[in-house]
Every structure is written in C-alpha cells, then in structure tokens.
T-cell receptor, first 113, second 110 residues
Framework: SAVISQKPSRDICQRGTSLTIQCQVD?????MFWYRQQPGQSLTLIAT?????????ESGFVIDKFPISRPNLTFSTLTVSNMSPEDSSIYLC??????????FGSGTRLTVV | QKEVEQNSGPLSVPEGAIASLNCTYS??????FFWYRQYSGKSPELIMS????GDKEDGRFTAQLNKASQYVSLLIRDSQPSDSATYLC??????????FGKGTTLSVSS
C-alpha cells in the first residue's frame, strides 16, 4: 500500500515560534495536499502543492502564515509561522495514489502554549 | 462555496445491525465520492470510493450514489464494535483536493 511518512508526529511549541512539518511519499506524485483538523472538527484544506510552482491556498489561509515548499515530486513541507494557541491542531498531508485513492500521512499533532 | 453536509450524530446501533450514514454535496461538478473512517487520534482511512450512480459493495460496506439528488450514503451491515469511529464523506472534481463533510460519529454497542 501507499507509504506517506510525516514528521514530526507531535510537538509542543511556544507561541511566536514556527514549526516545519515534513511529508515524504514513497513514489512520485503530481499534487500534495495539506489539511488542518482542529479538535473535534473535520478536515479543512489549507493548500495544494505542485512541484515547480507556488502552492495554491484556500480562502482563509495565506502564504505568510503557512509557507509551503515542494522541491520534488516526493517531498513537501508545511511551515506554521508565528504560532498562536489557535494554531493547535492536527496537520495532515495527503496525496492521490491512483491505485489506492487519496491517502493520508499519520498527521502532526501540534500544541501551541 | 463547495459544501459537504453530514449529520454529526452520534449514530448508535446495536451489534449486528445495519448502520446507515448519509451525505449531501453542493457542487454538481463533483465526480468522485469517498467514505473515510477515522478512529480517535488516527488519520483518515479510505474505506469506499464510488464514481457512478448506483450501488457499490465491498464486504460489509455498500456505498450508494445518486448524482441527481446530490446524495451519497454508506451502509454498514452486521455492524461490529470495531466499526465505532467517525465516518467522513468527501467529494472532489477530477484531479483536485478532497472536500470533507464534518463527519458522523458511529457507536456500535455490544
């Protein structure tokens, strides 16, 4: 089955700092997606990351707050910048694996104190 | 704004019963429809996908799609306590990100 490695799995961060989350896929994919899942809520799409171009952000999410890199077809990072307690969430990366559907990394549980 | 609506539940069924989960979506351009299961503290796991009108069965799971009514459902037969989880409905147009509903919490009692 598809393998998506996401790290860190969890972190506790001080407000005002930044955290970079990494997502590594075991095969090349065109698009990678970043989601946020706030406590008790469903998944909200943050942005779509294509290799070689800037990420496309959804309404309510901006590049300065959530910069994304996509240096190649198997890797992406999402940075949560200048964090506040409201950023405490689970962050998930996802890819469309043609034979396996849209699959998710194991998630990063972020707590901002 | 593309929306996916689900009854948040909780939906409670006894062991061995049929659980019926429902979902409606707003975007008529949606082409693919998915059901994910999410256990507490875990990431979503794909359990069913459906692309054309009608029923699709996989083991104890049956997905039903009615594009005219913009309606998707998931039936779980012979429900087991291990089926207790949150079920997320998701839709998309080809090649785009999934849009998720808020999820329905299912509780199966033994």
């Amino acid at each position: 089955s598809a393998v998506i490695s996401q790290k860190p799995s969890r972190d506790i961060c001080q407000r005002g700092t930044s955290l970079t989350i990494q997502c590594q896929v075991d095969s090349q994919v065109t698009m990678m997606f970043w989601y946020r899942q706030q406590p008790g809520q469903s998944l909200t799409l943050i942005a779509t990351a294509n290799q070689g171009s800037e990420a496309t952000y959804e309404s309510g999410f901006v590049i300065d707050k959530f910069p994304i890199s996509r240096p190649n077809l198997t890797f992406s990072t999402l940075t949560v910048s200048n964090m506040s307690p409201e950023d405490s969430s689970i962050y998930l990366c996802s890819v469309d694996r043609r034979n396996y559907g849209y699959t998710f990394g194991s998630g990063t549980r972020l707590t901002v104190v | 704004q593309k929306e996916v609506e689900q009854n948040s539940g909780p939906l409670s069924v006894p062991e061995g019963a049929i659980a019926s989960l429902n979902c409606t979506y707003s975007d008529r351009g949606s082409q693919s429809f998915f059901w994910y299961r999410q256990y507490s503290g875990k990431s979503p796991e794909l359990i069913m996908s459906i692309y054309s009108n009608g029923d699709k069965e996989d083991g104890r799971f049956t997905a039903q799609l009615n594009k005219a009514s913009q309606y998707v459902s998931l039936l779980i037969r012979d429900s087991q306590p291990s089926d207790s989880a949150t079920y997320l409905c998701a839709v998309n147009e080809a090649g785009t990100a999934l849009i998720f509903g808020k999820g329905t919490t299912l509780s199966v009692s033994s």
